[in-house]
Nanobody, 122 residues
Framework: QVQVVESGGGLVQAGGSLRLSCAVS????????IGWYRQAPGNQRELVAS???????SYADSVKGRFTISRDNAKSTVYLQMNSLKPEDTAVYYC????????????????WGQGTQVTVSS
């Protein structure tokens, strides 16, 4: 079973940057698609960015041009570089992994990690 541990969140001023990390274990990392998601209070969890096993990345329109997802297969880790942060980016950020890209897109996972809090002050 895939296990994930998110880290790197914090408090940052608007316009600042953060880099989130997602350590994945319990499966062959290189064959998994990975997704970064976020959930703000009162909102549903939403897919922010995803990357396939081949390294193809996709982004939500709200973060396109500001966030970059990347993966290091040797370290079984995925990163989310977040630049030009806005107060509306404030949320708990989660990652998850699956062999099927379709599962990553729908976010239909049995379990989630604890996430990492990102707070952007205005």
């Amino acid at each position: 079973q895939v296990q994930v541990v998110e880290s790197g969140g914090g408090l940052v001023q608007a316009g600042g940057s953060l880099r989130l990390s997602c350590a994945v274990s319990g499966s062959t990392f290189s064959i998994n698609a990975i997704g970064w998601y976020r959930q703000a209070p009162g909102n549903q969890r939403e897919l922010v960015a995803s990357i396939t096993s081949e390294g193809s990345a996709s982004y939500a329109d709200s973060v396109k041009g500001r966030f970059t997802i990347s993966r290091d297969n040797a370290k079984s880790t995925v990163y989310l570089q977040m630049n030009s942060l806005k107060p509306e980016d404030t949320a708990v950020y989660y990652c998850n992994a699956h062999r099927r890209v379709s599962v990553v897109i729908t976010g239909d996972f049995r379990s989630w990690g604890q996430g990492t809090q990102v707070t952007v002050s205005s």
